[in-house]
């Protein structure tokens, strides 16, 4: 294999290259007027990204910047604008400001534009992805994708515990999908004689499009633990421990709930917080 | 870090206003029944302290304030 190598590896290079008058190896001239507009979408905390950019001026120098955008993490849009030098951009990298920030937490957007916030006109996409802290992404070749794509961020939340008498609600945050993986509450009855029936709802602030049901009643003076995911086939009471059956990739998107609907509940009844598994999407 | 917790005061319920994963938590007080249409029936006074934005997009405040939160 050697001997096969080693003809190739001599060769001279049928190909030559310029010394003088190299033209700028991009296609993105930025302008005196051009600015790098940076939009941001976190349901992070006291966190941000940051932007690396090298440019070629036109008397040939590289120049390299630094620019740091720090939000909120309330899943709103947050712009800013950063002016630049004139020149040929040759790169551009995204970070976070800190660590962690996993997929789904952060999106990012990065154009060239001209203009005074709010009123920006943008002409250039360099970068629409998720930001995280692990994982660079940048221009070229530039990560262009929807916030609903691919895999989200998987989280566990503890929701409202509520008083007694109450039902669980959870409502789905601003700019926010869930994809419903699991829900696990209890329910301790009073006293009060009857069959509580703890089903879950899943609706869209008003109409509900899915509804599961527990594997059984539950009576009085009981404390019942009940899990709802979709687990296909719905078994029978183990002891105190209910299962409840949704389908399969249950979504809810901004101003849906999930929430208990409970058949006879009486006001000495008594849910915990609800503990529960969503993957997550940053709707942009 | 110890987490914080939070009462409503419309519902009374008690909540983590930051998750153990440092995302914020959006409470929202339950129904409490049924309109005769099938629709929830919303609690008079309801909390919900997810985020209005403006045309901009930009957050200007909680949708509803109720009766108010206070710290535990």
């Known amino acids: ?284 | 870090m110890a987490l914080k917790m939070r009462q409503c005061k419309s519902c009374n319920g008690v909540y983590f206003p930051v998750q153990a994963d440092g995302t914020a938590y959006y409470h929202a007080c339950a129904p409490i029944g049924m309109n005769p249409d099938g629709t929830p029936k919303e609690r008079p006074n309801k909390r919900d302290e997810n985020i209005q934005v403006d045309q901009f997009g930009r957050d200007v405040g909680i949708i509803a304030n109720g009766a108010g939160a206070v710290d535990l």
Not at chain 1, 60 to 67: L, M, N, Q, T
Not at chain 1, 77 to 93: A, Q
């Open chain 1, 1 to 284: 294999m050697a001997d096969e190598l080693a003809p190739t590896l001599n060769r001279a290079p049928q190909v030559t290259f310029r010394y003088n008058d190299i033209q700028p190896p991009s296609s993105v001239y930025i302008g005196r007027d051009d600015k790098l507009v940076v939009v941001g979408y976190s349901s992070v905390a006291n966190n941000g990204m940051e932007v690396n950019v090298r440019i070629l001026t036109p008397d040939g120098e590289i120049r390299p910047s630094h620019f740091e955008f720090q939000f909120a993490g309330d899943r709103a849009n947050h712009v800013t604008l950063f002016d630049l030098t004139e020149g040929f951009l040759l790169s551009l990298t995204v970070g976070t400001l800190a660590a962690p920030v996993l997929r789904g937490q952060m999106f990012g957007q990065i154009w060239l534009g001209r203009g005074v916030l709010p009123n920006v006109l943008v002409y250039h996409q360099l970068v629409d992805a998720y930001i995280t802290s692990n994982l660079q992404v940048g221009w070229p070749p530039g990560v262009f994708e929807s916030s609903l794509s691919g895999r989200g961020f998987v989280r566990h939340i503890v929701g409202t515990d509520p008083a007694a008498g109450v039902e669980i609600s959870e409502s789905c945050p601003f700019h926010t999908r869930w994809r419903l993986v699991g829900f696990n509450y209890t329910l301790v009855t009073s006293a009060v004689a009857g069959n509580r029936i703890s089903q879950l709802f899943i609706d869209d602030g008003t109409n509900t499009g899915v509804r599961g049901l527990p594997a059984a009643t539950q009576a009085s003076s009981l404390t019942n633990s009940y899990q709802y995911g979709a687990f296909g086939a719905q078994p029978a009471v183990m002891g105190t421990l209910q299962i409840g059956i949704l389908p399969p990739d249950v979504y809810v998107d901004y101003g849906g709930r999930i929430r208990t609907v409970t058949t006879a509940l009486d006001a000495g009844d008594n849910y915990s917080a609800p503990v529960y598994c969503v993957e997550e999407w940053l709707v942009v």
